[in-house]
């Protein structure tokens, strides 16, 4: 599976900090389903990545386990340039799995995420929301107007950061209700919060 065009040109890109990694949608590079070594490897290259913001890994059928949500915990101790995750859909962590994830998020810098609420009990989940809000005041790129175009593409998260900035706008006064623009982008109407199906948009 490793000698995969798809894979190997993947793994490239991500080493060369190629400007698609920036926020990184796994299933946008892969042609197939990829095994847990490989979902491995994309870990160790996201080590070495240095502009890689967001990470889209949902649904990755039998290529995420318990062995592979230590790698990326390690990982996003030591690469703090990552603050968003997406890993919704992935049926094979455990509970020991998801309570690990949890316990070590304090030690990260991710601000935003998103875990399938059928996957984790509600307790684990608050627990998760509340590691993630006390992480948000490690950085600003969640929040930084200089780092909107980021942002906007972070969505299908429990509170999607864009909702942030919106609020800090309407508070200057400085978004048009009738032409809804940030800095001159058009953007959705800010009273209606972007969020994913089924999630809380107070997050």
Known sequence: MMSRTDVKTMLAKITNNDPSTVVFKAKDHLLLPVSSNVFSEIISALAQNTVCQALYIQNMAGAIRDEQIDELMVMLEKNTNIWAINIGEN????????T????????????????????????????????????????????????????????????????????????????????????????????????????????
Not at 91 to 98: C, H, S
Not at 100 to 119: A, I, Q
């Open 100 to 203: 690990n994830m949890c316990n070590l998020l304090p030690k990260t810098n991710v601000s935003h995420l998103y875990v399938s609420e059928h996957v984790i009990h509600l307790d684990l989940k608050n627990k998760m929301r509340m590691h993630i809000r006390g992480n948000r005041s490690k950085h600003t790129l969640h929040c930084a107007l200089r780092n909107i175009r980021v942002i906007e593409q972070v969505t299908h998260m429990w509170w999607n950061p864009i909702n942030t900035i919106r609020h800090q706008l309407e508070d200057k006064g400085t978004v048009s209700n009738s032409s809804n623009k940030i800095e001159g982008k058009t953007t959705p109407n800010p009273k209606k919060p972007i969020k994913p199906d089924g999630a809380s948009s107070t997050s």
């Open 91 to 98: 049926y094979e962590v455990t509970k020991k799995g998801w």
